[in-house]
């Protein structure tokens, strides 16, 4: 059997477009595809530098291009890049994420006549503010045309994709972010670990966050809660990004004690010691960390942007994003209640191991594949 060529391309290399890009090079079928993976150094984590030394010594091609999350001259420097690695490697279909490698590799595919999938990995237009969102709204409009397959992670990315991009829902595919979920044994003896390195007290009702320290993710919002209310013993923030010293400022206030330990590449630790996971973004495509965190058994509170509520369902409680009375509330009902914290979680869990599994994603990805080419040639 021949094998057809993938290239896939991202800007980002970090949080959950890289973990999307690890689960999707597990899965792919190297008996019937042969990747390629074009990435932006920019922003990249310390995982992403090992996922591409794996690859490399896979025998997997790899080509570093200068894309930036801002407008520049290095986008046509990555574009005329690109435009060299396509004609190098010779792909049937390009695979490409989040929205600047999806406008200047889509403006390239065109070009050179090769079929196109897109997962933007979010609606970006919706939160980079009045100008610039405009711009992109106006450009995702524009490269609808030359895109064969919209990969979207979640229905309500879809659904705006459609509305307020324009695109034919024929056109539209939805691959769920799937997650693994770890043993239960393994977890309790990694919550009394990390719990006790962290020196949080047995009986201590604490919260987690995971992600990005960036005004989308709504951390402020949170901690403008904890600092009105005391509703629960402790937050644990994981991750990093410019955001951070205003936030860990305004953590001052919090009537809890909050803790911000930094970007980690495992944060499973930190969610076995939680309780509660707390997710108030302004805006979300489907987020790994929410799903891992339902994978580990816990309640979720969460702003109701992208595809969170419909994924939390009946397993935590979705609040109006940036209120942060309600996100404080919900909380507070949460962590006051055992039994309704065990309930929630056991419920989480079995969500994530029916919908949101990691087996069921591969598979959607192989099918978008495979109807992806037959488009291309046309």
Known sequence: MTRRRILIASEPMEYGVLSYLESLFEGLDRSRWEPALAFSPRR?????????????????????????????????????????????????VVHLHSTKAGL?????????????????????????????????????????????????????????F??????????????????????????????????????????????????????????????????ARDVIDGLVVVGAGPERARLEAAAADAKAPVRFVGYHEDVSPFLAAADVFVQPSRSEGLPFSLLEAMAHGLPVVCSSVGGMRSAVGECGRPVPADDAGAFTESLAQIAGD????????????????????????????????EDACPRAAT
């Open 338 to 369: 055992e039994a309704l914290r065990r309930a929630l979680g056991a419920a989480a869990r079995a969500r994530a191991v029916r919908d949101f599994s990691v087996g069921a994603m591969h598979a959607a990805l192989a099918r978008a594949y």
């Open 44 to 92: 990249m984590a310390p995982q992403a530098k090992r996922l591409v030394r794996t690859l490399v010594g896979e025998g997997v091609r790899v080509c570093s291009l200068p894309f930036h999350r801002g407008v520049g001259m290095g986008d046509l420097t990555a574009a005329l890049r690109l435009v060299t690695e396509i004609r190098a490697f010779r792909p049937d």
């Open 162 to 227: 459609v509305h307020e991009v324009g695109f034919q829902p024929a056109r539209v595919r939805i691959v769920r972010n799937g997650v693994r979920v770890p043993d239960p044994d393994r977890l309790r003896v990694l919550r009394e670990d990390t719990r006790s390195r962290l020196g949080i007290a047995p009986d201590g009702v604490w919260a987690v966050f995971v992600g990005r320290l960036t005004h989308e993710k709504g951390l402020d919002v949170l901690l403008r809660g904890l600092a």
């Open 104 to 160: 200047v590799g889509r403006a390239v595919a065109h070009l050179l006549g090769i079929g196109v999938l897109y997962t933007p990995h979010g609606t970006s237009w919706q939160y980079t503010g009045r100008v610039i969102g405009r711009l992109q709204l106006t450009l995702e409009r524009a490269f609808r045309r030359v895109t064969n397959v919209l990969l979207c992670v979640c229905p309500e990315e879809a659904d705006a």
